[in-house]
């Protein structure tokens, strides 16, 4: 017991999103929505975003409508899509649309990540949404593996809004999610000259490490359409899994592996944890790096990240070779929790510049 609330207690002091503590968990609510289209089963519109004035970026008035979406293999993840609306110097919004995938224990209504969306917003519009284990979203965690599936419904939950064109931007976990779903989801074009992208550059078929997150939906099929990025951005993200090289990371392990951890994960971070091993192991980020490749594709880390130090997003602008953009941020710690304003408003204009090329 001592050892439970001790861990939770780091977890909680934590300034990340690994180690914060999502809204309260509304099963009940999802249950209780009408089943419509795959892509969207509920929806309403007209709710303000409230942020406080730090919060705020000046000039921006953000409206949202909020749905319930369906991924392919049946999980049910609640989203949000808002959009900045017209104002007093406020600019032209930019084509297109962001994805943001949340770091573990994160959610939509997550203080973090709802400053975050705000000032992406003040580019153009944004889709979030909570990871299946995550906030109002079913399922359990898979720490990133299934996840790959919950970003591809939210992608293209995007497209039938209207958006052509789509960029995904990862934090942390996020981050090595929109990392594989850049490799493992090819706009139609790409898809057509290799039958699995993972072909191309692993000598055995990048194929088997994907076998929890294939599905008939997946890339270069027609049921696929309108589920790649046209631009992706990982933000603190793993190079290598089962890094155990720091505190914080070594800590994160007991919660996923432990049963007690787990406990502590459900109750105190209110984040579900499938209690299954990764079975085949899921494609490294370091491995799906150079299969993202001719999309546009930036790293950003910080200098003070205490979870991955500076050899992951170096192994993985590495691996990619010349094509990928690194950023390497002074006094930046980790994920959507440490990203300060200015970070966020370059990282919206890389994205907005990338979908408009």
């Known amino acids: 017991m001592a050892a439970l609330l001790r861990t939770y207690a780091l977890l909680k002091a934590q300034k990340d999103p690994g180690a914060t503590l999502p809204g309260s968990l509304w099963h009940s609510r999802i249950a209780d929505m009408t089943e419509g289209k795959q892509c969207e089963l509920a929806r309403s519109d007209g709710e303000d975003v409230t942020l ?14 909020r749905a319930v979406l369906l991924t392919d293999d049946g999980v049910r993840l609640e989203a949000v ?3 900045r609306l017209p104002g007093p110097g406020s600019g032209a919004t930019a084509p297109g649309a962001i994805v943001v995938a949340h770091g573990f224990t994160g959610s939509v209504d997550r203080p973090a990540l709802r400053r975050t969306v705000a000032h992406l917003a003040r580019h153009t519009d944004v889709v979030s949404f909570s990871f299946r284990g995550h906030g109002r979203s079913g399922g359990h965690s898979t720490v990133g593996d299934r996840e790959v599936l919950d970003l591809a419904a939210a992608v293209r939950w995007a497209r039938s809004l209207g958006h052509a064109r789509v960029a995904t931007v990862g934090f942390s976990m996020g981050g090595s999610v929109v990392l594989r779903h850049g490799a493992l989801y090819r706009a139609p074009a790409e898809s057509a000259e290799s039958a699995h992208p993972g072909d191309r550059a692993c000598p055995d078929g990048a194929r088997k490490h994907e076998g929890r997150t294939a599905t008939p939906g997946a890339p270069g099929s027609p049921a696929g359409v309108g589920d790649w990025a046209d631009a992706v951005v990982a933000v603190s993200a793993p190079a290598r899994w089962y890094y155990k090289g720091t505190a914080p990371m070594r800590r994160l392990h007991w919660v996923v ?13 209110r984040t579900r944890i499938h209690p299954a091993d990764w079975d085949p192991v899921p494609l490294s980020p ?15 880390h910080g200098d003070r990240d205490p979870y991955f130090p500076l050899d992951h997003p170096r192994s993985l602008a590495a691996a990619t070779g010349d094509h990928a953009e690194l950023w390497l941020e002074p006094d930046f710690g980790h994920a959507e929790n440490a990203a300060a304003g200015p970070l966020l408003h370059r990282v919206g204009t890389w994205a907005t510049t990338a979908l408009a090329r």
């Open 286 to 300: 370091v491995a799906a790096a150079p299969l993202i490749a001719p999309v546009p594709l930036l790293l950003v």
């Open 81 to 83: 899509h808002t959009r």
């Open 257 to 269: 592996q432990r049963p007690l951890g787990r406990l502590v994960s459900r109750y105190g971070l």
């Open 52 to 65: 406080r004035d730090e919060e705020r970026p000046a000039n921006i008035s953000l409206r949202t409508s």
